[in-house]
């Protein structure tokens, strides 16, 4: 009997649930009827997207990870390595790590409802392997937004002006690890304007936490140098003079 990770197998059933519309609903961010953004939820017009779930689910049962490993696909297992086995599937495009005492992880889902529909696919797999799996204590432990604020950051200065929250060593790390007490959130801000936030449990976290630091990034918003333009303007126009001339040259060729 061979299970096969990549069909799409039944749901299985929580116990004594139904579907989980409130992840249904939170499946998108918070827009109006046109599709704009909802300025109410995300004052400053940008919302974030989530790149990774981390979810968690108790098969309540004891599990032979050699067994699965052997009669599922797509399924890695090397106990001198990992003490889980490690199951993928293309859709949703996720990854567990199951364990034998029951416990499985299952990260790469976009969503909170991907997340569960993905659990229960792999929850369903080993089921079909002869394992009693339930699907109890559904969890999502973190997630992972990110997004672009389009303007370049000044790291020292947000650095020195919040010592009690900001890290900032660029010889170790690019970014800025700045870490927020409410919401629960790490942000790295790098000084192109992306920004990664991570730790939250619900995606609500996620978008306080940014809105939270929007008025911080403007106030160290790096502004272009006046004496640079200055100079990039006179190579641009430069008309006279050896470099110049042969600038100007070239920009008509």
């Known amino acids: 009997m061979e299970a096969d990770a990549d069909v799409e197998p039944e749901g299985l059933a929580p116990e004594g ?16 009827a046109d599709g704009a953004v909802d300025l109410n939820v995300h004052p400053s017009g940008i919302v974030p997207t989530l790149q990774n779930i981390v979810a968690t689910v108790n098969l309540d049962c004891k599990l032979d990870l050699k067994t699965i490993a052997f009669h599922a ?15 993928r599937i293309r859709a949703p495009k996720t990854t567990a790590l199951i364990f034998s005492s029951g416990k499985m992880v299952c990260t790469g889902a ?15 797999v080993i089921s079909k392997l002869g394992f009693p799996a339930q699907f109890k204590e559904f969890k999502i432990q973190n997630m992972v937004g990110s997004c672009d604020v389009k303007f370049p950051i000044r790291l020292e200065g947000l650095a020195w002006s919040h010592g009690h929250f900001a890290q900032y060593e660029p010889e170790l790390f690019p970014g800025l690890i700045y870490r927020m007490q409410m919401p629960k959130i790490v942000l790295l ?46 190579l641009m126009m430069a008309g006279g003079g050896g470099g110049g001339g042969g600038g100007a040259q070239y920009a008509q060729q």
Not at 19 to 27: C, K, S
């Open 110 to 124: 976009k969503t909170e409802a991907l997340a569960r529909e993905a659990a229960r696919k792999y929850a369903k």
């Open 17 to 32: 649930a139904g579907p989980d519309t409130g992840a249904m609903a939170m499946a998108g961010p918070s827009t109006d």
């Open 73 to 87: 696909r797509n399924v890695e297992y090397n106990p001198k390595r990992f003490a889980a086995a490690i199951m």
């Open 189 to 234: 801000i790098f000084v192109s304007g992306k920004i990664v936030l991570t730790g939250g449990k619900k995606r609500e976290d996620i978008y306080q936490a940014f809105e939270n630091i929007y008025p911080v990034l403007t106030e160290f918003r790096k502004l272009p140098n006046p004496g640079e333009e200055a100079s990039m303007a006179q």
